[in-house]
């Protein structure tokens, strides 16, 4: 199923054999994306259809990427920006860092680590927002509250936070690890919550996922949780 809903990332970028599999490997990880492979598609991108995230290779047929950062950050100073380049100097990164880039990732890398920074990116640019919304979920921050179709959800605080930590990740899949550190703040390794993680998501769902609502708490078998909307 194709993603229509999660943050869009633009894809800067023109090696069409590598374009191509970033793409692809994005939209299997639950984002939208679109495609560059100039400075001027990039420019009339970000101009009709302002992205979640861009990552940014350099090296442009056309230009020179750190000309596209600096237009980037006249425009929206906090749009998450990751260069991804073959560029691997110590000056390179400096300039790419100080002229606004978020993120500074060298050729060639591994898919993983990309997605890994990606998360992180994306959420710190949620920390400004007030509101999230999953479908028909609402989830007001200020106010620790959260309601589907209009209707309060009475959530523990500790169900909102599950919840709210769940919301940032954008339909990307939690693993139990992932929680138990984020959620519960318990970092180690030798420590299994997996018992009262389990009571939580399940008076979560309950509270959350009523009959004749579409379901939005999903557990990927093996994986962990995600927050979606997703109809049978």
Known sequence: MVNDTGPLILVVEDDAKLSESLVLGLEEAGYRSRH???FREAADVLENSPPSLVLLD??????DGADLLKRIRLRDAGLPVIITTARSGLADRVGGLEGGADDYLVKPFAFEELLARIRIQLRHSERGALQWKVGDLKIDLPTRTASR????????PREFDLLAYLASLRGEVASRQMIQHEVWNVRSSMASMDNVLDVHVSRLRQKLDLPGLVPLLHTVRGVGLVLKEQRP
């Open 58 to 63: 350099l090296g442009l047929p056309d230009g």
């Open 149 to 156: 179709g209009g209707e309060v959800v009475d959530l523990t």
């Open 36 to 38: 560059a492979a100039t």
